[in-house]
């Protein structure tokens, strides 16, 4: 086994030993086919208020540019599906990927604990984690790496374990083996199209992200247009819909990682406890959570959008 292959296993070994669902490499270079759509997405205005998608253009499809004389791209997908969820089926609802410990936190932790290892048993090896917070396309390397294909409702779908699951990388200056991408397995099937709330995916594999409900209850910073009205099929905080009647999520499985695990409080709460909450109860419910970012002046405010 030459030493590019044997890199590849142990890295991958450790990746399962530290909890990830799955990993997959590919090579650090320039995201051609992502190019055009990002840049026709941008010029659509898909993106609504999330100007910070506008910057770092060249970076998000240039990973050499990120990490000097980068050469690999480690792709790693952590399972966050529940095995209890909310208990009141009236209550304001909040994206599975909520319930626990900001993820964040969570991934950024074991992607450390990845490195230290790559370079404790490799040698001298440069790299850097990312977590969805710096201009990366998480599922564009995902896809790349073989673990899963980008499904109609633009989520990385993968056939054995669906797509309740984060994406994180390390980007390295490591030559490993690459792994190849999967076929597309979204075959006729719409269900993601037609059950969308806000009609927000326009058209197979195109999601306009400033009619999403996610982007009205966690990116908008002002009011939510009255337009939508209704439409929200309850959600407070992100929306799972898209996931939820996707068919490849009938193979989800309920995660292992305790930090992912929500404050019981947060599934007992009744539609009466989310309309009164107070700042007290906020603080001490999501205290690690990334509701945490809607702060609680924008949750009320998702909140009395459901209820009027």
């Known amino acids: ?13 450790e990746a399962k030993r530290l909890g990830f669902l799955s ?6 270079e320039f995201l051609e086919q992502e190019a055009p759509r990002l ?46 969820v909310q ?45 969805d917070s710096a201009p990366v396309l998480d599922k564009a390397w995902a896809a790349k790496s073989g673990l899963g294909w980008i499904g109609k409702n633009s989520n990385l779908l993968t056939q054995q374990v669906g797509s309740f699951y984060f994406i994180a990388e390390l980007i390295v200056d490591l030559e490993l083996e690459y792994d190849t991408p999967v076929t597309d397995h979204c075959g ?22 400033s009619k999403c409900i996610s982007y009205f209850t966690i990116e908008l910073k002002e009011e939510i247009p009255n337009g939508y009205k209704g439409q929200f099929d309850d959600w407070m905080f992100g929306c799972d819909v ?25 599934l007992e709460m009744t539609k009466k406890d989310w309309q009164e909450i107070t700042q007290e109860v906020f603080s001490k419910v999501f205290q690690k959570s990334a509701v945490k970012r809607t702060k609680f002046s924008g949750l009320q405010r998702n909140i009395r959008f459901l209820e009027d």
């Not at 998608?53 to 966050?80: G, Q």
């Not at 006729?188 to 992200?209: F, K, L, S």
């Open 188 to 209: 006729t099937c719409t269900a993601c199209i037609d059950a969308c709330p806000t009609q927000a995916i326009v058209e197979p594999y195109v999601v306009d992200g």
């Open 1 to 13: 086994m030459n030493s590019k292959a044997k890199h590849t296993q142990l890295i991958k070994a």
């Open 87 to 131: 208990q009141d089926s009236e209550a304001p609802k909040i994206s599975k990927y909520a319930y626990g410990t900001d993820y964040h936190f969570v991934i950024k932790d074991k992607l450390k604990q990845l490195l230290s290892f790559i370079q404790e048993e490799i040698g001298d090896v440069y790299g850097r984690a990312f977590v």
């Open 242 to 266: 898209c996931q939820d009647v996707c068919p490849w999520n009938r193979f989800s499985k309920p995660h292992n990682e305790p930090l992912f695990h929500p404050k019981p409080e947060l």
């Open 39 to 84: 840049e026709q997405w941008l010029n659509n205005n898909m993106h609504g208020q999330m100007q910070y998608m506008e910057n770092h253009f060249d970076k998000r499809l240039n990973p050499t540019l990120l990490v000097d004389d980068a050469k690999s791209v480690i792709s790693l997908l952590l399972n966050y599906f529940p095995s209890e």
């Open 23 to 28: 990993c997959g490499v590919s090579k650090a």
